[in-house]
């Protein structure tokens, strides 16, 4: 039990659930949440909000005597952020039971070279590589997931609206490219006998945002975040460069159309420059997701109830509800930040918007806990 | 005295110095020596060579009984690579009396904020940082000055020719490159409101490569060998990208009218981006140096003595003896390395070769000590 009387448990690889028992605690419960890791130089609302958020919803409900029906669950998912083990919402994907995920965590390693058995372990986690399937959410766990999140794109505070409610999120992918070549000095060896893994890198940057642009539409967007050279020395030609490439669409075939013409370009680039295209990997190539009809309505009528005006969005960024919407009845309730502005510093949401959100994210989770 | 019977002494910077008296030790010595330091993932014998095979060259003629007029001196320079502080031949430049190099480094830090005046002291040097300035070789402290190196380029192995006499060493520039862009969430930020500094810096990279070989001289290179974005994550925009170009040619004047039009497209891009081009500097911008006609005599007359085929030509590395010719008539002694290769681990020289060069070292110290 935590303060605010919720049960708290976690499971094998560190999501944490808080849990508010209904009336009727066999049916599925109604859960809503978010995560707390960030990417490195960020802000402190993204996922944050949908946790503390959580918590104030619950406690505000408490606090106007509300009795759930349904029980209400707060979830604190692990992992969101692909920072360390390159794979992006880990705790959900799991929760959402994909085999191949589970199989492939057996190996992965971060950038130090820890398992991520090792480092889960390390972190207090009963890490038996058999258990990680218990993650896997049984059918029916939740009868709605909801997430409260900044938009973390300008257009609420832009429009001076209040509530977005998502009906859609956009099809993220992400994919690691390796380029070798035979490196050397970088004073000796002349240009033509060169086969510079950094330029191949390069050149693939270039053509990545040339294919995002060439889909003709507003909803693509690439991305190459992660750029390494090897040794990474000013007097040293690159012998290996790591690239890792970030590709959504609200299509996921428009999306996947990019993602084969950088399969190409890298395929010619390596063949153009004399390197080896050592690893063309698509780590994830998550499908969209749909709000479920019954949540997005729950939300509008809470914003109703509430006298806030909103606006039907769709999130360019994903989220943990992104694999909840594999195994739960999803929503998503977006309010406004400044500028736009977030994975950076800058990032804010007022008290006033975060008031906003909890209060729409609370009078949802009571209207769905008695339905 | 070390076990050759050197008299060691080190200057307050860790340049370490082995000297074998004279008959005439008033005279000017003639002095050997190269570096131990390496970049990271490099070879072993770049710079290790000049350093183990000058005291073997000392061996060879104590053994053989030669009594030397002039002293004769084995230097070992520190942090012949740029590595730790971003300057490289910083030994070597600095006993060259450059003072810009003396005031810099009082302020210099590494990549972890440590200070080079901290490190220097605390690997135990003394380091007043007035007493800089007492590292600067006073004028006619070497009659001349020869450093044994293997080639770090193909030439001499496919000729099949086991002696290289360096008329020439290629000028070399460093120029740091800095972009700023607003960065932001890789999902959320669309296309036309985004000016990514990480693209940026691959254009720069592609367009280094572009004025270099626009030159139309084969002995033109450049090479970005560290590229860096920030944050670093696949998620997030590049807000920052940080680059580091080297470039080189025998003729100074082509080699600096690249970096000018390096300069222009970074100017260019940045306008183009809308991201600010927040550095541009040139590090260092050397002038070539020619061997001493001198020493290439005595070179020429010891490869002769030892009936071992030469080639007269330029080394396109730059080494410690780039500087050492500001203060000592200078000339270098290359033996061929495995393909070429350097700054990797697949650097190799053989004993036989090794051995050429360590008895053309010691013929032509012993012929300059007696002159």
Known sequence: MNQLGLAVREDAVGNIFGSWEGSEAGLGAVG???????????????????VLGALEAISLLKRSGFQPKRSLEVIMFTSEEPTRFGISCLGSRLMAGIEEL????????DN???????AAESAGYKMDPKDLQSVFLKKDSYSAFIELHIEQGPILEKEGIPIGIVTAIAAPASTTVEFEGNGGHAGAVL??????????AAELALAVEKHVLESG?????????????????????????HLEIDVRDIDEKRRNDVIEKIRR??????????????????????????SDQSVVEAMEFAAKQLNLEYKKMISRAYHDSLFMARVSPMGMIFIPCYK???????????????????????LTMAKLSLE
């Open 191 to 200: 240009m033509p006998a060169r086969n510079d893994a950094g330029l191949a």
């Open 265 to 290: 370009s890298a395929t010619e680039i390596s063949k153009n420059r004399g390197v080896v295209l050592s690893e063309f990997k698509i780590v994830n190539q998550d499908p969209p997701a749909l």
């Open 102 to 109: 589970a199989q492939s965590l057996r190996k992965v390693v």
């Open 217 to 241: 539409s507003i909803d693509t967007v690439g991305t190459v975040g992660i750029l390494q050279l090897h040794p990474g020395a000013i007097n040293s030609i690159p012998s290996k460069s």
């Open 32 to 50: 809503t949440g978010s995560h707390v890791d960030a990417i490195p130089f960020s802000g402190k609302y993204d996922g944050v909000l949908g």
């Open 112 to 118: 130090q070279n820890v398992s991520f058995l090792d």
């Open 340 to 362: 736009g502005y977030s994975h950076k510093p800058e990032e804010y949401a007022s008290p006033e918007d975060m008031t906003n959100g909890v209060k729409v994210l609370a």
